[in-house]
C-alpha cells in the first residue's frame, strides 16, 4: 500500500496505526503515474498540493482503478477527489468525505491550508476550515459559547484567504467576552483536529481489512493529456526518495547524476514513439535482413535481453532501419550526421571533439555507453527525419525562432558574438543552425511533446517503462531487467 500523507498526520504516527504502508509526500500531479511503477495493490490519498504546482488529476486516479488498484481518499485532497470519484470506483471514508458527498460542504477552502516542511515533519501555519467548524461545534456543544458567538466566529473566518485562517491568531485579535472563554479553552487542548482523526481512522480501517481488486472493466477515457502525461512518467526516475526502491528504481535514479542523462531519456521517448510508428507502418519483424543496424548498437547486440517485447522492438526497427538505408544510399546526409547533431543539441560535442578527436569509433572504444546511446539515438533520429520529409511535415518558421531563442536562453548565448562563437565550436554555419534547430523542433514537438497523431497513432497507455528499456539496450549492467518482465 501507498499513501500520501502530510500536514494531516505525522508519518510516525501514521506507521504506529499501520506500519507496512510507503508513506510518501502531499500528492501532486503525476504522482498516482509515478507510484503504479511501484506496483501497489492499494492506494491511499491524504494529502496533496495544489497551488505551487497542478494538483492531481481525476484521470490519474481512474487510470490506477483500470489497472486494478483500491483508491481510497480521506481527510483532504483525498476526501475531496473520493467526493468526486466515487461512482467511478474511488472509496471515500471519514466525516470530511461524507460532508462533501452528502453537499454538507461544497468549497474546496474548507480543507485548504499553508504549511512548511522539514524532513518528514510538516508545521501547519494556518487552520483548515474543517477543523476549525469542528472545534467551535464542540465548544457550543459544551456550552463554552453561546450558538449566536459560534454564527458570528466561524463567518468571519470563512471570509479570509485560506492561508490566513488561524484559530488562536484571530481569537487574541479580539476585544471581546467570548473570544477570551474560547481561546483558554482551545489553549487547554480542547481544540478537534478532525482531519488527523479522519486519517488514523482510515488507516485503522485499512489496517484491518484486505485490498479488493477491482474486478469491472476500464472505463476511463484515456485522454491525450493523460496520455502525454504518462509517457513523461515513464520516460523519467521516480521523484520519490524513498528509503526503499525496487533495484530497477534505483538503478534509473542512478542515471541522473551521468552526463549521458538527457541523451538517455531522448532515446526512452524515442522508444516509445517508434512503438507506435512500427505497428502504423505494419513491420514484420522476420523481414530483417542480415544488416543488423539498430541491433549493432545494442548491448552485446541484443543477446541478453530477456524482455521478450523488447526484443521483438529491436528486430523490428532492424528490419525498418535496414530497409531505409538501402532506400536512401543516393541522398546526402547518413546517421553520422544526426550522431553529431545529438551531441551538439546537448552541449558535448566540443567535449567529443577534445577528448575522442571526433571520431566515432574511438568514441566507441573509450565510452561504450555513451557511444551506444548517441548512436542508437542518431539511427532513429536519422530515420524519425526521413519519415517527416515523406510525409510532407515541417516545422513553421515562427516555431523554429522560438526553439532557436529558448536554445539560446537556456545555453546563456544572450549576445550575437556569444551565438556565433558557440556556432564556431560547433562547426555550424547559419545554413546548418537552422537545420540543428529545425531538427530540435521536431524532437521537442513530435516526440517530447508526444503530438503523435500527426504521425497516424497514439501513444498507449500502458505501463512499459521506456527509460527502463533505453538503459538496458546500452549498458550491461543494467540491474532493473525486471520491471516489463
Not at 31 to 42: E, H, S, T
Not at 60 to 78: C, K, R
Not at 144 to 163: C, D, F, M, Q
Request: hydrophobic share 40%; charged share 25%.
Amino acid at each position: 500500500m501507498i499513501a500520501f500523507i502530510g500536514p494531516s498526520c505525522s508519518v510516525l504516527d501514521a506507521q504506529r496505526v499501520l506500519p507496512t504502508a510507503t508513506y510518501l509526500p502531499p500528492l501532486k500531479c503525476g504522482d498516482i503515474l509515478q507510484a503504479l511503477r511501484l506496483k501497489p495493490r492499494r492506494i491511499a490519498i491524504i494529502d496533496g498540493v495544489f497551488r505551487e504546482v497542478p494538483s492531481t488529476w481525476h484521470k490519474e486516479i481512474l487510470f490506477a482503478i483500470d489497472s486494478g488498484v483500491e483508491v481510497w481518499g480521506a481527510a483532504s485532497m483525498g476526501a475531496l477527489r473520493a467526493a468526486e470519484l466515487t461512482q467511478y470506483g474511488m472509496r471515500g471514508f471519514g466525516s470530511i468525505f461524507s460532508d462533501y458527498f452528502n453537499g454538507v460542504l461544497t468549497d474546496d477552502d474548507e480543507v485548504a491550508l499553508l504549511f512548511g516542511q522539514a524532513g518528514d515533519q510538516y508545521h501547519c501555519l494556518s487552520d483548515a476550515m474543517v477543523n476549525i467548524r469542528a472545534t467551535i461545534a464542540e465548544a457550543v456543544n459544551q456550552s463554552v459559547v453561546p450558538s449566536e458567538y459560534a454564527g458570528e466566529i466561524l463567518s468571519a473566518l470563512k471570509k479570509l484567504h485560506y492561508p490566513d485562517r488561524n484559530l488562536v491568531t484571530y481569537l487574541k485579535r479580539q476585544d471581546d467576552e467570548w473570544s477570551r472563554v474560547l481561546l483558554q479553552w482551545v489553549n487547554q487542548g480542547h481544540a478537534i483536529d478532525l482531519k488527523r482523526e479522519d486519517t488514523v481512522g482510515l488507516l485503522s480501517y485499512l489496517q484491518a481489512h484486505d485490498a479488493r481488486t477491482s474486478q469491472r472493466p476500464p472505463r476511463a477515457n484515456h485522454t491525450l493529456a493523460l496520455r502525454r502525461l504518462n509517457l513523461r512518467i515513464m520516460t523519467a526516475p521516480l521523484d520519490f526518495e524513498l528509503r526503499w526502491l525496487p533495484p530497477e528504481e534505483r538503478y534509473l535514479q542512478s542515471w541522473k547524476s551521468r552526463r549521458s542523462f538527457a541523451l538517455l531519456r531522448r532515446l526512452a521517448y524515442f522508444l516509445a514513439m517508434f512503438d507506435g510508428l512500427l505497428a502504423v507502418l505494419s513491420v514484420d519483424a522476420a523481414a530483417s535482413s542480415t544488416e543488423r543496424p539498430f541491433s549493432a548498437g545494442v548491448v552485446g547486440g541484443g543477446v541478453g535481453i530477456v524482455d521478450h517485447e523488447l526484443q521483438t522492438m529491436i528486430a523490428r526497427l532492424d528490419a525498418l532501419l535496414a530497409h531505409q538505408q538501402r532506400a536512401v544510399r543516393h541522398v546526402d546526409g547518413s546517421w553520422r550526421d544526426a550522431y553529431y547533431a545529438c551531441l551538439k543539441l546537448e552541449n558535448m560535442y566540443t567535449e567529443f571533439k577534445r577528448d575522442y578527436g571526433g571520431d566515432i569509433d574511438r568514441h566507441l572504444r573509450e565510452s561504450p555507453v555513451e557511444h551506444r546511446i548517441v548512436y542508437l539515438l542518431s539511427q532513429l533520429w536519422w530515420f524519425h527525419q526521413g519519415h517527416l520529409r515523406g510525409l510532407g511535415l515541417s516545422p513553421q518558421a515562427d516555431r523554429v525562432r522560438e526553439q532557436t531563442i529558448e536554445f539560446r536562453r537556456v545555453r546563456r548565448l544572450l549576445s550575437g558574438s556569444d551565438t556565433h562563437g558557440w556556432m564556431s565550436h560547433n562547426d555550424l554555419d547559419a545554413h546548418a543552425m537552422q537545420e540543428l534547430m529545425a531538427m530540435e523542433c521536431n524532437y521537442r514537438y513530435l516526440v517530447e511533446g508526444s503530438f503523435f497523431e500527426h504521425l497516424g497513432f497514439l501513444e498507449p497507455p500502458h505501463d512499459r517503462c521506456w527509460l527502463l528499456d533505453a538503459a538496458t539496450l546500452v549498458e550491461e549492467q543494467a540491474e532493473g531487467r525486471t520491471l516489463n518482465a
